[in-house]
């Protein structure tokens, strides 16, 4: 297929358009396909590496206009959009910044982790962005295993799970009468389990942000005995 692909008249401007179109729209394939397509941008970005670059943009784009919205008729396209880039992680298109920066950006954008301050982005009853992360994390998390990107998820795991806590202790959940979703329970624990068999789990939002707190003071002891460690807070 990219063989066929490359034949084409990729210096026509109405073409390439068209192509950067299609390559930025896995909601138009099936989902067990991403893959597919992930590939064939892979090969293409050794030919017309401008093509990946743009493809990658409007994808990125596409996933914080996502959360802009927030309307769920879109949640399906907002899914694809998130496989969609696990697996150009994949295939090399994108590096670990990136999906660390969404990672973050999906827990972080418009969200308050204040009970009584109400997100109109982020509302309470809203748990959409649990599955895009587990989504993301179980399409290209099991690489993060050596190095610094180890250390990335293992911080990252402890902020989503202060996240997911946050969602589940929130006063619109009644045991009785509306409980919180236990497919979004099992979702979150088999995502993390998953990736970090031993992760130290809590189970309330209170020792979530324990944790949280603690792994910041070890960070900030460690930074600080590094020399002009001030460089890393504005507010020192």
């Known amino acids: 297929i990219l063989r066929q692909i490359r034949k084409f008249n990729w210096a026509d401007a109405d073409f390439r358009s068209y192509a950067i179109k299609c390559l930025a729209a896995p909601y138009s394939v099936k989902f ?32 914080r206009l996502g959360l802009e919205i927030n309307i769920p008729k879109f949640n399906q396209r907002r899914l694809c959009m998130i496989k969609y880039l696990g697996e150009l992680y994949n295939y090399r298109v994108v590096d670990s910044i990136i999906i660390f920066r969404t990672l973050y950006l999906l827990i972080t954008y418009g969200v308050s982790l204040e009970p009584l ?43 989503f799970q202060r996240y997911y806590y946050f969602k589940k202790e929130q006063a619109i959940w009644n045991p009785s009468s509306y409980p919180f979703p236990l497919e979004i329970e099992q979702i979150f624990d088999e995502c993390v389990m998953d990736l970090r068999p031993k992760f130290s789990k809590t189970n309330s939002h209170a020792k979530a942000c324990e944790q949280v707190e603690n792994m910041e003071k070890e960070f900030i002891a460690l930074i600080s005995k590094k020399p002009n460690f001030h460089k890393y807070f504005n507010w020192i």
């Open 117 to 159: 301050e109400i997100s109109d982005l982020d509302p309470p009853e809203h748990l959409f962005r649990i599955r895009l992360v587990c989504t993301l994390l179980d399409s290209c998390g099991q690489y993060f295993d050596r190095g610094t990107s180890r250390k990335r998820l293992d911080c990252f795991l402890i902020y």
């Open 32 to 63: 067990n396909s991403i893959p597919c397509l992930a590939s064939i941008l892979s090969g293409l970005s050794h030919f017309y590496d401008d093509v990946a670059i743009e493809v990658l943009d409007n994808v990125l784009d596409d996933i």
